[in-house]
């Protein structure tokens, strides 16, 4: 079974652009999850979504947003980008996310803004 | 609210030492915990969860057991190797995963 897909691996983007990240997740999963991960604050939950509805959202401004599609892949998009939004972008599949599920993590999108 | 704190690292073992990373949660609720393990350049994999009180999670050597009145989840193995080199997570899952800061081991021979 092929694991959560992330594209593209790395990205350097300069200040004001905006970006799209991909997911595709496990087949059959229907819940994906998005990171960010920095040095300086951990991994920081962004949103969630199932079966095309956002479902759960974390505190990000709103040039932070995402999307599933009705066969579960997800794409997130940052707008006027900010230097501080550098940062490793995981994306994490579930079956569904009850609290006993685990999340299968992709290996992340690496996002430079110059 | 719900958060997770780990033990500062970064923390260097000899290989065969014993291992224990701390780990403690804050939640409302009954969470369950969570350790995912990270490799350079590599997403997070789950290495051992618990669901419940008193529930013991293990997986390649790994241990740690669910402790409700001490609020604690901590890592240990018995024997560390040099592939066991890797970034630790605890985290506790409500409708999301919250995670730790992180616990950096390196393993020398």
């Known amino acids: 079974k092929a694991g959560v897909t992330q594209t593209p691996r790395y990205l350097i983007k300069t200040r004001g652009q905006q970006v799209t990240l991909s997911c595709s997740p496990i087949s059959g999963h229907r819940s994906v999850s998005w990171y960010q991960q920095t040095p300086g604050q951990g991994l920081q939950f962004l949103f969630e979504y199932f079966s095309e509805t956002q479902r759960n959202k974390g505190n990000f401004p709103g040039r932070f947003s995402g999307r599933q599609f009705s066969n579960s892949r997800s794409e997130m998009n940052v707008s006027t980008l900010e230097l501080g939004d550098s940062a490793l972008y995981l994306c994490?599949?579930?079956?569904?996310?009850?609290?006993?599920?685990?999340?299968?993590f992709g290996q992340g999108t690496r996002l430079t803004v110059v | 609210g719900n958060s997770v704190t780990q033990m500062e690292g970064p923390v260097t073992l000899s290989e065969e030492a014993f291992l224990t990373i701390n780990c403690t949660y804050t939640?409302?609720?009954?969470?369950?915990l969570f350790w995912y393990v990270q490799y350079p350049g590599e997403g997070l994999q789950l290495l051992l969860k618990?669901?419940?009180?008193?529930d013991k999670g293990s997986n390649k050597g790994f241990e740690a057991t669910y402790r409700k009145e001490t609020t604690s989840f901590h890592l240990e193995k018995g024997s560390v190797q040099v592939s066991d080199s890797a970034v630790y997570f605890c985290?506790?899952?409500?409708?999301?995963?919250?995670f730790g800061t992180g616990t950096s081991l390196t393993v020398i021979p």
């Open positions: 939640a409302t609720g009954y969470p369950s």
């Open positions: 994490a599949s579930s079956p569904d996310r009850g609290r006993d599920t685990e999340a299968f």
């Open positions: 985290a506790l899952s409500r409708n999301q995963f919250y």
């Open positions: 618990a669901t419940k009180a008193d």
